[in-house]
């Protein structure tokens, strides 16, 4: 069974446009979190969310917001989009709020044209 | 910039020889460390972890060495195999608050040679 999906796996889309990214986890962590990997591979922290919490990394621009419609969900939606966003963005998952082994999905490669 | 980084980008090394990635940070404050190994299309995959309590720790074939005195962190994979080739990413993050998520070093790729 998969621990933490995502969907789609590959977004191709426009400039402009408004897409969202879902993430599911089976695994009852109470902490998920979304990263953007660069093309040179460099992975950066976006949001931490539980249910008490949201910590946003003061860099993400407010054209993105993760939305959690439950504990196992944890999706993203990204407002029009630019050139720049182009990247793979995963989702990942914890047991703990900090300093827990965090748990990866496989990625969405996200392309703006 | 980043608070973690690696010395080399690239590593080749032999089949069945011994790897070691080295990584540094500069947040003395971080008191939890990972090692990650990301696959071709896969996202990153936990490998092993230590906390700042530590200065060693072993798994299945990788050990993890902690010098917080100069804030070095290596991998050591003994006997390398073919299916250990990929980018392996260090890990830190302080769980006390403040940074949140882990931040990651930039990755070194391992190349296994036959």
């Known amino acids: 069974d998969t621990a933490v999906s995502q969907t789609p796996k590959y977004l191709v889309t426009q400039m402009g446009n408004d897409k969202s990214i879902k993430c599911e986890q089976n695994l009852g962590h109470d902490t998920m979190y979304w990263y953007k990997q660069d093309s040179k591979k460099f992975l950066k922290i976006m949001f931490s969310y539980n249910n008490k919490e949201l910590i946003i990394n003061e860099t993400v621009p407010n054209r993105f917001s993760p939305k959690s419609p439950d504990k196992a969900h944890l999706n993203l939606h990204i407002n029009s989009l630019e050139l720049g966003d182009s990247a793979v963005y995963f989702c990942?998952?914890?047991?703990?709020?900090?300093?827990?082994?965090?748990?990866f999905g496989p990625g969405t490669r996200l392309t703006v044209t | 910039g980043e608070s973690v980084g690696l010395h080399l980008p690239t590593l080749s090394v032999q089949e069945g020889d011994n790897s070691i990635i080295n990584c540094a940070y500069s947040?003395?404050?971080?008191?939890?460390f990972i090692w990650y190994k990301q696959e071709s299309g896969k996202g990153p995959q936990f490998i092993i972890d230590i906390r700042s309590n530590m200065d060693k720790r072993q798994g299945q074939r990788v050990t993890v060495l902690l010098n917080k005195t100069v804030k070095h962190l290596s991998l050591q994979i003994a006997a390398t195999q073919p299916g250990d080739s990929a980018v392996y990413f260090c890990?830190?993050?302080?769980?006390?608050?403040?940074?949140?998520?882990?931040?990651f070093g930039k990755g070194t790729h391992l190349i296994i040679q036959p």
């Open positions: 990942a998952s914890s047991q703990e709020w900090r300093g827990g082994e965090q748990y």
């Open positions: 890990a830190e993050t302080f769980s006390g608050g403040g940074a949140d998520g882990l931040t």
């Open positions: 947040n003395s404050a971080s008191d939890y």
